[in-house]
């Protein structure tokens, strides 16, 4: 009976507590609509290559030969997430929550609110240049401070677990440790200078970061899986390491469809990371087309592919400056177009010649039985080791 009166006055104290704290609660403002947080669906041909067709990935109810790596990922473009925007992605088999403030800085962060745990992917909105955890009206400033509280109350000292962003050419880049450390090396494109995806496309499929990427020393595949499109290869440049950053440069000869001769073209492949690649495409008459190709994991062996593709064509010259420049701008955009349908059409998701679906369902063989004329896959893997625990 004594334990049940204890009970009983613990409660007329949190009753008096209350009372005190109720003319200080200011209600929450209305939702702003439907639509306002957006959670990441994977888009293009990711239920092309499902197992609905009849060959199921390799890793799904066992753990994967590779873990996750450390390094930078694309998150998305940076155009995805406008001022006052919170939106949801995946990260290494985690939830990651990206908003942009009013005034344009933008921030990742781990989604769980410190104070009681909802997510900030559905529960978070962005007032000025805080967000704002609606379950309660708790407030975090840029740096993830705890601001204030819905209660007009002093703020508790809590944090957002902030993630390091930034955003390089129209992507939004994400760092990821498995240990939780800061960034040890910075993500440069190899070719300084404005950079904006003009064309771009998001996909989904089975595989890991380090696997797509070895397609890019994989020389072999090149004039097997995708020919007639590749009918030679020839290295000018092997395989160089310069700690996190390694450079490979190819001359092939390319057939685009409806071009009767193929074409010698030059690739220059720069890997940052196993994060993302960037292609600098050398082509006849001085046009140039830049991709990033961006594998970004997103759960044990399924990853999010993202490719950014921009393209200069050079003014022609005969016209006046102004209508030079327009026509450059309109051949740009239209080369950008082009290569963005036929990096799909061609060496992605062809089902007879394409890289995803062999990506897939292939199994990671770590002796495989490897010959001349492979290319440096002993090499590349050996630098990627650096990128793991």
Not at 163 to 169: I, Q, S, T
Not at 326 to 343: E, K, R
Request: with cysteine; net charge positive.
């Amino acid at each position: 009976m004594a334990g049940h009166r204890d009970h009983g006055r613990h409660h007329a104290r949190l009753d008096r507590r209350t009372s005190r704290l109720l003319p200080h609660i200011r209600p929450l403002p209305p939702p702003r609509g439907i639509g306002r947080h957006t959670v990441f669906k994977p888009q293009g041909h990711s239920s092309k290559y499902s197992p609905a067709k009849g060959v199921s990935p390799r890793y799904t109810d066992e753990a994967p030969p590779l873990p996750f790596p450390n390094g930078w990922f694309c998150a998305g473009f940076s155009d995805e997430l406008l001022p006052g925007k919170v939106t949801t992605r995946r990260l290494a088999g985690q939830d990651l929550v990206l908003y942009r403030t009013r005034s344009g800085l933008i921030r990742a962060t781990r989604p769980y609110c410190p104070h009681l745990g909802a997510h900030l992917g559905t529960a978070g909105r962005i007032e000025g240049e805080e967000v704002v955890c609606s379950f309660h009206g708790f407030a975090f400033g840029p740096d993830g401070t705890c601001t204030r509280t819905g209660y007009g109350t002093r703020p508790p000292k809590a944090f957002l677990p902030l993630l390091p962003v930034r955003e390089e050419g129209g992507l939004i880049l994400v760092w990821h440790h498995h240990a939780g450390a800061a960034p040890t090396w910075d993500l440069l494109p190899a070719h300084p200078g404005e950079f904006t995806p003009v064309a771009r496309d998001t996909t989904e499929c089975a595989g890991h970061p380090q696997e797509v990427l070895e397609n890019i020393v994989d020389f072999g595949h090149l004039t097997a899986l995708h020919w007639p499109r590749v009918s030679s290869v020839r290295v000018t440049k092997s395989f160089t390491e310069e700690g996190t950053t390694s450079r490979v440069v190819l001359e092939m000869a390319v057939r685009p469809p409806g071009w009767k001769k193929p074409m010698l073209t030059s690739y220059e492949f720069t890997l940052h990371g196993l994060g993302g690649t960037e292609v600098h495409i050398h082509l006849p008459a001085g046009f140039t087309v830049r991709i990033w190709f961006m594998p970004t994991p997103v759960a044990p062996w399924r990853i999010q592919l993202r490719s950014g593709i921009d393209a200069r064509v050079p003014a022609p010259g005969f016209l006046p400056t102004p209508a030079n420049r327009a026509l450059a701008a309109a051949g740009s955009y239209l080369l950008s177009q082009f290569f963005l349908w036929y990096h799909n059409r061609v060496f992605l998701f062809s089902e007879q010649n394409g890289d995803v679906p062999v990506w897939n369902t292939k199994e990671y063989l770590a002796r495989p039985r490897l010959t001349e004329g492979d290319g440096p896959i002993t090499r590349y893997r050996r630098w990627a080791g650096q990128f793991y625990p």
